[in-house]
């Protein structure tokens, strides 16, 4: 009997990664893969170099060993333009919102990497009805957990084939932290790809596929967050 398997799609596919700052080597011989239409978590605790292998994905630091490929084409070497432009979409620690700017020129921004083409996609609002009441406020006076919201909407304003999310959840509201794990949810119905760093084991479980753990710049454990041990995780991430 013949039996027609769908091949499995891999978007974002790593391998022996390293990356320095300076002289000194934060990644050792990373190895991870995202699947098309999955959310898949890379935990860990504070300073083990989560947010570097994101950076080393954008192409912001220094990764001389390894391979990174985005829908099986080599881009270790390309700039982060070409990457943004390639379809990457990244939400950094921190936001990075334009405090002087309105809502509106920030989502604006999130346009410019396709040549500012096309108006902001109304799907945005309903995502994020809140932006829609504050097109006109400063992205500097919107509280944390919307400048989150904002910096995702921007993200998505053209349609990334791969999301990074550096901590979403961090310094926000638990109402908010809800919000974003819905919107998440609903992203990956939509088919969207995404890949988030996390140090709060609950609010992926509800939401991811796969999992890795970091430590000390490796991986040191992996798997599908439907099979995980939470407590042996919660473990190796605890403080
Ligand atoms: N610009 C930099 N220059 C030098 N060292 C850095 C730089 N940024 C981060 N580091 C160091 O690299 C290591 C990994 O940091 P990274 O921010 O990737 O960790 P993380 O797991 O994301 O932690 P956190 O959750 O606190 O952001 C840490 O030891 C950190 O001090």
Not at 21 to 46: A, D, F, M, T
Not at 95 to 111: A, K, S, W
Not at 191 to 204: K, P, S
């Amino acid at each position: 009997m013949f039996i027609w398997e769908e091949a499995v799609k891999i978007v974002l596919e790593v391998n022996n990664l390293e990356a320095y700052y300076g002289e000194s080597v934060i990644l050792k011989n990373v190895c991870l893969n995202v699947q098309q239409g999955h959310i898949v978590c890379l935990l860990g605790r504070n300073g083990v170099g989560k947010s570097t292998f994101l950076k080393s994905v954008m192409g912001l630091v220094h990764t001389p060993c390894g391979s990174i490929c985005l829908n099986n084409e080599e881009i270790i070497d390309k700039p982060t333009y070409f990457r943004a432009r390639a379809g990457i979409g990244y939400v950094p620690q921190g936001r990075d919102i334009f405090p002087h700017m309105t809502v509106e020129e920030n989502l604006q921004l999130g346009l410019e990497i396709k040549g500012g083409r096309g108006g902001i996609p109304q799907e945005l609002y309903e995502l994020f009805p809140v932006l829609k009441e504050m097109l006109t406020r400063k992205g500097g006076d919107l509280s944390g957990g919307q400048q989150q919201q904002l910096a995702i909407a921007r993200a998505l304003a053209v349609h990334p084939k791969l999301l990074l999310l550096d901590e979403p959840t961090e310094g926000i509201q638990p109402s908010i932290i809800k919000d974003i794990g819905r919107v998440i949810l609903r992203l990956k119905k939509e088919g969207y790809t995404i890949l988030i760093v996390e140090q709060y084991l609950e609010f992926i479980l509800g939401i991811a596929d796969d999992y890795y753990v970091m430590d000390k710049g490796a991986i040191i454990a992996q798997g599908l967050v439907s099979a995980m041990n939470k407590e042996d995780i919660q473990h190796k991430i605890a403080i």
